[in-house]
């Protein structure tokens, strides 16, 4: 802060607290080289945080640089503490975003199914990269085609299992 900075500061502080100290030139150069470090803008609001806080309803002492710099330093903790979370929030994201394994459509899908049935999405998206693996070849029980999910006599896909057991034989005789 410099001195137009500290006068400011000090006119603030006179208007609140009537004990406060006469803003003459020796008192603000006191000031303005104690707060030399401390950006001008802290001022005002440094004033206005001590005369509402609870240190000052108890004691009522009038502020001082040490007061000011006192905020400022606790400021400059909390922005870099900020940044911090936000470098780890940041590093977070960027971990979760980086391409693992290429999540497949059918594996989103059953695990979004899955998830809105209740039931384990991590299982779900395993069933489903076994169907499809299954799915590669074709089916000598119903015949049903590579890409083609196994159908029962009247036409209806398997629900219930992967595919025809002799279906899963022949897609792990393939490995
Ligand atoms: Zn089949």
Not at 34 to 61: E, N, Q, T
Not at 131 to 143: G, I, L, S
Request: proline share 6%; hydrophobic share 40%.
């Amino acid at each position: 802060m410099n001195t137009d900075e500290v006068r400011a500061c000090m006119a603030v502080a006179a208007a609140i607290d009537p004990t406060m100290p006469a803003a003459d030139d020796d008192v603000v150069a006191v000031w303005a080289a104690m707060l030399d470090d401390v950006p001008g803008k802290i001022g005002a609001s440094a004033v206005h945080w001590y005369y509402r806080s609870d240190a000052y309803r108890d004691h009522k002492r009038t502020i001082t640089p040490a007061d000011i710099f006192g905020y400022y330093k606790r400021q400059a903790n909390d922005w870099r503490e900020k940044q911090k979370a936000k470098e780890i929030i940041a590093a977070e994201r960027a971990i979760e975003a980086a391409p693992r394994e290429l999540p497949s459509i059918h594996g989103l899908f059953a695990r979004f199914q899955a998830e809105k049935r209740g039931q384990d999405p991590d299982m779900a998206e395993a069933d489903a990269s076994a169907r499809r693996f299954v799915m590669t070849v074709t089916c000598p029980y119903c015949k049903a085609q590579p890409g083609q999910q196994c159908t029962t006599i009247t036409g209806r896909v398997l629900a219930r299992e992967l595919a025809h057991p002799k279906r899963i034989e022949v897609a792990h005789a393939h490995i």
